[in-house]
């Protein structure tokens, strides 16, 4: 079989020309007679890969001098817990957004470091919206406020970055980064694991403000200080070396596409002509609030779910693949970051009609 359109939240597609440079560097790396997985990450050559990696990503988000970029392993989950264990810094509250899923464990995890005040829910309406700038409860004492500006389960997104004024703006980016222009300078901390919109898994890269390092909780392990990892260059131990390299590698591709407003442009194009095909069907639905919607990953059921099993079965024959709905939320569910062709969405909306044609 060739490749397929991989609609998988993540791990997620890859861009093929990035996948197509990797395995012609795989065996020997610019002549170094050696894999990038085979380099000490502290010689020469991996270095050099390290830093151009942080370069390119400074230059696509404009990431101003006053931030430091960090690469870690652990996923964004762990950063649900290093966030408090930094960020409280001599504070025992903070705020957080309620807007799904994601949120939520983050919201538990922040719980068995301090008091969590829930700005604002959206649980009551199922997590298909944001709520209202008018009912958020903001806690000008609170240390930080975290959100989630897309939830990747709910296909809900923040419309604006929230203004918390002189508290800093924590935000788990972990399936929106790079998906457009974003202004760095309003947030205190910006966390997303890799595998969603950067790379492969593995790797979760930190970008934070550097007056919030260095006052850690009590009893924090060194590998959850953001200050070790810091004054380290994220070499306090073994990085995950090939994710970095291979991020580095779709950041160069990202550059060579124009950048993050090209990448908009498209994003916005992919995302506005599947939620019109949902829209313009009664067989097919998405319950979020239309100025909410994300434009990463795209809910939708059918008018019956007896031909959910169908629906994956036919895809699966196109060349669409993981198109099934999280489990808690059901029906379908299509990934549509950078890496996703336009021609993949062209290619799914076709199937959606022509499924409908036959079975709607
Ligand atoms: C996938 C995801 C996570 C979890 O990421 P891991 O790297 O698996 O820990 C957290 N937050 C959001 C918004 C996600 O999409």
């Known amino acids: 079989m060739g490749r397929v359109y991989n609609f998988s939240a993540g791990p997620a597609m890859l861009p093929e020309p990035v996948l197509e440079?990797?395995?012609?560097?795989?065996?020997?790396?610019?002549?170094?007679?050696?894999?990038?997985?085979?380099?000490?990450?502290?010689?020469?050559?991996?270095?050099?890969?390290?830093?151009?990696?942080?370069?390119?990503?400074?230059?696509?988000?404009?990431?101003?001098?006053?931030?430091?970029?960090?690469?870690?392993?652990?996923?964004?989950?762990?950063?649900?817990?290093?966030?408090?264990m930094n960020c409280?810094?001599?504070?025992?509250?903070?705020?957080?957004?309620?807007?799904?899923?994601?949120?939520?464990?983050?919201?538990?995890?922040?719980?068995?470091?301090?008091?969590?005040?829930?700005?604002?829910?959206?649980?009551?309406?199922g997590f298909t919206t944001v709520?209202?700038?008018?009912?958020?409860?903001?806690?000008?004492?609170?240390a930080y406020v975290h959100y989630t500006p897309n939830?990747?389960?709910?296909?809900?997104?923040?419309?604006?970055?929230?203004?918390?004024?002189?508290?800093?703006?924590?935000?788990?980016?972990?399936?929106?980064?790079?998906?457009?222009?974003?202004?760095?300078?309003?947030?205190?901390?910006?966390?997303?694991?890799?595998?969603?919109?950067i790379g492969p898994a593995g790797l979760t890269i930190v970008i934070i403000r550097e007056d919030l390092i260095g006052e850690t909780l009590a009893g924090t392990p060194a590998m959850f200080d953001y200050r070790l990892h810091a004054e380290n260059g994220s070499m306090y131990n073994t990085p995950p070396t090939f994710s970095w390299y291979f991020a580095g590698l779709v950041f160069e591709w990202l550059l060579e596409q124009g950048g993050l407003e090209s990448m908009a442009e498209i994003n916005r194009r992919k995302a506005e002509k599947l939620y019109q095909a949902i829209d313009?069907?009664?067989?097919?639905?998405?319950?979020?609030?239309?100025?909410?919607?994300?434009?990463?990953?795209?809910?939708?059921?059918?008018?019956d779910a007896e031909l959910d099993s169908r629906f994956l079965e036919l895809a699966e024959q196109e060349g669409l693949h993981t198109l099934k709905g999280h489990r808690s939320v059901g029906g379908m569910r299509a990934s549509i970051y950078n890496a996703m062709p336009e021609a993949g969405v062209d290619a799914l909306i076709a199937f959606m009609q022509e499924f409908e044609r036959v079975h709607g």
């Open 280 to 303: 313009a069907s009664s067989f097919y639905s998405n319950p979020v609030e239309v100025k909410y919607r994300s434009w990463m990953n795209v809910p939708f059921t059918l008018a």
């Open 151 to 197: 939830e990747t389960i709910g296909g809900v997104e923040f419309d604006e970055i929230p203004d918390t004024g002189c508290v800093p703006l924590v935000a788990d980016m972990s399936s929106t980064i790079l998906s457009r222009p974003i202004d760095v300078s309003r947030f205190g901390v910006i966390y997303a694991g890799a595998q969603k919109n």
């Open 131 to 142: 709520p209202d700038k008018e009912t958020w409860q903001l806690d000008p004492e609170a």
């Open 88 to 125: 409280l810094r001599g504070k025992s509250s903070a705020d957080y957004f309620n807007t799904g899923a994601w949120s939520k464990k983050a919201i538990a995890e922040a719980r068995r470091f301090c008091d969590v005040n829930i700005v604002a829910t959206s649980e009551e309406s």
């Open 21 to 84: 440079r990797a395995r012609g560097e795989l065996l020997n790396w610019c002549g170094t007679g050696m894999s990038v997985m085979e380099m000490s990450h502290r010689g020469k050559s991996f270095m050099s890969i390290a830093e151009k990696a942080e370069a390119d990503l400074r230059k696509l988000m404009r990431i101003g001098a006053g931030y430091r970029i960090l690469f870690l392993q652990g996923g964004a989950s762990s950063q649900f817990a290093m966030v408090p």
